[in-house]
């Protein structure tokens, strides 16, 4: 195992006026990374279990119990028995995925990426790809924007240091050391378009390691060189003046956005981007962007919105960017890491997904805030530094009309999105664990019963749960609908129940909550064993068996609530879009006194309402606070 190693920040002397200085603990970069405290680390990690088929069989069949019809679920049990008959499909399907997972690192991974998010042909933006808001910073001008994203950067760089030097403290949980791959994944790396199925490539991983990160103001691009030629990284100071430098060079706004291309259906985007790299430019131009470290986005102003409506908004812009008016077109989606940074405080991220799960991103956001807000003043001064390279584009009528049809399609998806932010101030995890509740099921169940007192049926629920106590693990489902949430929500508003039996199906739901969540982190679940037995037909050519063409199987995956913990050290608030046309997605930071909640839904569906499912939630976690405060615990 790792030591944990907390070399953290080293922080310059203060210093009566002018810019930032940090000093690093570097080495200079190389691509020698994989080697010693890392791989120890790896190869002390389980592998992930392959569960046994007749236990998921069994679970599936209670996990559809609240959310399919009577009938639906006798004939699902039908096609299960004959699924599972001693001799039959599902036996050589299991024996083939335990050979997988004899053979591989880990059976699951390669096909999730494949499946989430490679062969997933929506627009990444909204569809796939979230967004992070940080806490709003203090700056409303160009000048506070420019200094706030040089601090940004050397933060970023600072993290970068801990990755190359392999001293990231290792993470657990539930006492249990995680993979720590992810780390590796998401600096210098980019999605590939491609007409039926996408791509990821890793610079960190070349002979020659990028040096540079990509920064686009006015949907212009530039490729700014971060570290000096002795391998250090440069100052604050230096890259403000850079920062500035790029600033000047892009004043002007009638520039083609190119970046929105990659806003476009992945096979629209596929196409195009082999038409736009057959001039030799533009083909520089896109892999200067893919090879950058990240990228840097210095944005143009956002619609006027009233106080109360400023992080929904804020939400929006590190989503999607606003529609091709304001920021989409500031963007490069492709690219695994875009850090976002408006004129008026607002900062924050998006990032493709198919490298890594949000923690990792939240641990690097979270270092890079603490970063930015140590951070000492100091003047030093900086030598000469060579201008920073436009990248240049050369847009042929073709590739202008493609650019016209993205900025049409985005803002068609922008105006469709609803999203809307709440800061839940009247209690947080410490409520829960005060009544002995785990907070994440309390906050579930509270879902469950939002959910349930909009539209009066349960959902299939789908809650991120991770799997990375195994090697190169990614994530399963937390099935959230249960019969024991069902029965809850069915009863809490019902006048015949007393309140000492809601209580009590509360704490059932919870609890079952709870432990469905601890088979899922522990590779018990059933949502990626079923989708690997899937796979693994598809692998042996076996006509797909009965058991996947069933409407409840297809029940069982329209996630109409699609949800997701992600916490974080600084205030900060994730979001993304829901994932079926007439869903919600719901993502929450928990923190201890409050909750952030961005909840998103489709305007284009007319059952569906973020703003009410937000208040719902709120008004969901109220009154089951109300009852436990009012009723005396039937088994104390
Ligand atoms: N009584 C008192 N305290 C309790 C409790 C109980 N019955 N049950 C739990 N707690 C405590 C825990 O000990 C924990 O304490 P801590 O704050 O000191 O760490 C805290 O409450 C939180 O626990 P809980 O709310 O149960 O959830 P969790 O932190 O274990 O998280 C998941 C649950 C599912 C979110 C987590 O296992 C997970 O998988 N996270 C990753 C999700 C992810 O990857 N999301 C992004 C995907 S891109
Ligand atoms: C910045 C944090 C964003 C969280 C993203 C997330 O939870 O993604 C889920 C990944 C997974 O495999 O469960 C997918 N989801 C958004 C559809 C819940």
Not at 83 to 108: D, I, M, Y
Not at 316 to 324: D, I, P, R, T, V
Not at 337 to 364: K, S, W
Not at 569 to 593: A, E, S
Request: overall charge neutral; some cysteine.
């Amino acid at each position: 195992m790792w030591s944990i190693c907390s070399k953290m920040v080293k922080v310059g002397m203060a210093k009566p006026c002018g810019l930032v200085k940090t000093c690093h603990l570097v080495k200079p970069i190389s691509a020698t990374r994989i080697t010693g405290r890392y791989l120890t680390h790896q190869k002390g990690l389980p592998s992930l279990p392959v569960p046994a088929l007749q236990q998921t069989l069994e679970r599936y069949i209670t996990a559809l119990e609240p959310i399919v019809e009577v009938e639906e679920l006798m004939n699902t049990k039908q096609l299960v028995s004959d699924f599972q008959k001693p001799g039959g499909v599902g036996e050589r399907l299991q024996k083939g995925l335990e050979r997988r997972a004899h053979n591989t690192e880990n059976w699951l991974s390669k096909w999730w990426v494949q499946v989430a998010y490679l062969d997933y042909r929506l627009p990444v933006v909204i569809h796939s790809s979230p967004g992070l808001v940080l806490p709003r910073m203090n700056f409303n001008d160009k000048e506070g924007q420019t200094r706030f994203a040089a601090k940004l950067i050397a933060g970023v760089l600072d993290f970068k240091t801990m990755i190359d030097n392999e001293t990231i403290p290792v993470e657990y949980l539930g006492g249990k050391p995680l993979c720590m791959n992810q780390y590796y994944e998401v600096l210098s790396s980019c999605r590939l378009p491609g007409v039926r199925r996408d791509a990821v490539v890793n610079h960190a991983k070349s002979s020659s390691p990028p040096k540079h990160i990509t920064v686009v103001h006015n949907f212009q691009f530039f490729m700014l060189d971060v570290y000096n030629s002795d391998g250090t990284p440069l100052t604050v100071e230096q890259i403000y003046v850079q920062l500035e430098r790029i600033c000047s060079a892009s004043l002007k706004t009638n520039v083609e956005p190119v970046g929105i291309l990659t806003t476009q259906h992945r096979d629209i985007w596929g196409k195009t981007f082999v038409n736009l790299i057959k001039d030799r430019t533009n083909k520089e131009s896109v892999l200067a962007i893919q090879r950058s470290i990240f990228t840097l986005c210095l944005d143009g102003p956002m619609p006027e919105v009233a106080e109360d409506g400023y992080r929904s908004c804020a939400a929006a812009q590190m989503l999607h960017g606003g529609g091709s008016l304001w920021n989409s077109g500031n963007r490069w989606f492709d690219k695994t890491l875009q850090f976002i940074i408006g004129e008026d405080g607002t900062c924050g991220a998006n990032y493709e997904h198919a490298p890594a799960e949000g923690p990792p991103i939240v641990a690097l956001i979270d270092h890079v805030v603490e970063y930015t807000r140590k951070l000492e003043m100091i003047q030093s001064s900086t030598g000469p530094l060579p201008m920073p390279k436009k990248l240049h584009f050369n847009i042929t009528p073709e590739i202008k009309k493609d650019i016209e049809e993205a900025k049409q399609s985005m803002d068609v998806l922008a105006d469709d999105l609803l999203m809307r932010v709440i800061v839940f101030n009247q209690f947080g995890k410490n409520f829960a664990k005060a009544h002995k509740m785990s907070p994440d099921a309390f906050i579930q169940v509270a879902l469950q019963l939002a959910y349930y007192r909009m539209h009066q049926h349960c959902c299939a629920t789908y809650e991120s749960a991770s799997l990375r106590m195994f090697r190169l693990g990614r994530t399963d489902t937390i099935r959230s609908t249960s019969s024991a949430s069902a029965a809850f929500v069915k009863s809490f508003d019902d006048p015949d129940k007393q309140n000492t039996e809601k209580v009590d199906l509360m704490e059932k739901a919870v609890k079952a909550h709870r432990s469905y969540t601890n088979l899922a982190i522990s590779g018990q679940a059933i949502d990626r064993h079923i989708l690997g037995l899937k796979m693994q037909a598809a692998e042996e050519k076996i006509s797909i068996p009965d058991v996947f063409k069933d409407p409840s199987y297809a029940k069982a995956l329209h996630f109409r609530l699609s949800t997701s913990q992600v916490p974080s050290k600084t205030d900060c608030l994730m979001c993304f879009g829901p994932v079926v046309p007439n869903g919600y997605g719901v993502c929450y930071n928990p923190m201890d006194d409050h909750i952030n909640f961005a909840v998103s839904s489709f305007n284009g569906c007319k059952e569906t309402n973020a703003a009410g499912l937000a208040q719902a939630v709120e008004s969901a976690l109220l009154d089951m606070r109300t009852l436990l405060e009012q009723t005396p615990r039937a088994k104390l």
